[in-house]
């Protein structure tokens, strides 16, 4: 599917697409409904996401959003990731988040550190069949990522990796992993490098599968390194500059998370509006009382405040504007309220919210994991007080 090129006129609304948004939005909408909807409870219930729907999204034109249309992808920017991702999570943030670990992460990080010779090798197969996943965290180094104790040590033409990664999205199905280690843990965060490793490279294993209160369709594994040797042309950008790696793509990241969240609490309140508009209590309809339109009002507001940040954040990153305070914000708030309006909905749901057989108590759940991943809330506050405090 490829998009043209655009450029947002200065001034326009922010929720106002131009053609090619509307046109890539919608498609994912119609696809989110007709492709993934039937297939939720399913996923959800076995923790499993089936390889058609994968190959259906890369037909589909979302698994390789910014890739330019000569390496075979669509040739957009960072906001139809965004809106890709939004559309998807409003039915399933499971599928929501494959895509946002492919299209904001990966590919992200291969297109602006990659070489031409890491392009010429990764990008067309991103954008047709290759799943990526990105490996940072470790159990001992989360929010402290750089912490890490993965060892890449210097060997004949390369390096050998040796550690574990813990937590990683899409590992089940990826068959490109970034994976951050270390060449010299003395040196602290400068001695952080970014590597590029195939499934099948000898001594990498995706080990243990996550177990997961939601997003359970999305496989979150751990990744073991066993004397594992990563050729030199597989450095992503340069030895010792892995954090920038790190840090820069995690920024943009966490404004896919941000649309993540809206996707999911438009999700939630559509539902919520549907249903109090047919459950019938005291001879009429439950949204014919305004203390429940009022709190489904209160959502509604919630949403469009987030929505806002996250598209905001989102053209500032296209205008090559700094957007760091933005995307911080946008993370940390589009994930609270995600978990206040699921919440909602499981609420004017009364019982049926509780039960598996309607949809809003696994959005309820999913929601959560919007405040952990891609830098904890504390750690979206942390980056904004810094800023505030200067
Ligand atoms: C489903 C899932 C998918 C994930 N996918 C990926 C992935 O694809 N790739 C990847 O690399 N990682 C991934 N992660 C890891 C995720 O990014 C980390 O879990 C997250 O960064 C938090 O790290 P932690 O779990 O070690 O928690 P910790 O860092 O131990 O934090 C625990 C608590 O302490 C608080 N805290 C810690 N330090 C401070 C501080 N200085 N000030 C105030 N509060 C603090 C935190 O806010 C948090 O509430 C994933 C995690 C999950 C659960």
Redesign the pocket.
């Known amino acids: 599917m490829p998009v043209a090129q655009e450029p947002i006129a200065s001034g326009s609304p922010l929720t106002v697409l131009t053609e090619d948004e509307q046109l890539l939005r919608d498609s994912v909408l119609e696809f989110a409904d007709r492709r993934v909807r039937p297939l939720v409870r399913d996923m959800d219930e076995h923790a499993k996401m089936p390889r058609d729907l994968i190959d259906d999204l890369f037909g589909l034109g979302v698994m390789g959003i910014e890739i330019p249309e000569s390496y075979g992808g669509a040739g957009a920017r960072f906001f139809h990731s965004v809106l890709a991702v939004e559309a998807l999570s409003q039915v399933d943030p499971s599928v929501g988040l494959l895509v946002d ?1 492919q299209n904001t992460l990966v590919t992200n990080a291969l297109l602006r550190w990659g070489s031409d010779d890491i392009k010429q090798r990764h990008l067309p197969a991103m954008a047709t069949k290759t799943v990526g ?5 470790e159990s001992g ?5 750089f912490a890490m104790t993965t060892r890449a040590t210097a060997g004949d033409g390369g390096f050998v990796l040796n550690g574990r ?6 590992a089940n199905e990826a068959d490109l992993f970034i994976v951050f280690a270390t060449i010299n843990p003395e040196a602290g965060y400068r001695g952080i490098t970014a590597f590029l490793v195939e499934r099948g490279a000898p001594g990498f294993t995706v080990g243990k599968k ?1 177990d ?1 209160l939601g ?1 359970r369709a ?1 496989s ?1 594994c751990e990744l073991l390194f066993e004397e594992c040797f990563v050729g030199a042309a597989s450095v992503l950008g340069e030895v010792g500059k892995g954090y920038k790696v790190a840090i820069e793509t995690l920024n943009e990241g966490r404004i896919g998370i941000g649309a993540q969240m809206i996707g999911l609490t438009q999700g939630a309140l559509g539902h919520a509006v549907a249903y109090t508009k047919e459950r019938k209590q005291f001879g009429k309809a439950i949204a014919d009382f305004q203390a429940v339109q009022f709190q489904l009002a209160q959502a509604a507001a919630e949403l469009e405040a987030a929505r806002l940040l996250v598209y905001n954040a989102a053209r500032l990153r296209d205008a090559g504007r700094p957007f760091l305070k933005e995307a911080a914000i946008c993370k940390l708030y589009s994930s609270q309220i995600a978990e206040h309006v699921t919440s909602l909905a499981v609420q004017l749901y009364g019982g049926y919210g509780y039960v598996k057989d309607y949809p809003v108590e696994k959005l309820y759940r999913d929601a959560k ?1 919007g405040q ?8 979206q506050l ?1 980056t904004i007080a810094k800023l505030l405090m200067g």
């Open positions: 670990v996943a990105y490996a940072l965290s180094a989360g929010s402290d990522a990664k813990l937590w990683i999205t899409n996550e997961k997003i999305s979150t994991i952990i991943y891609e830098g904890t809330s504390n750690m942390q």
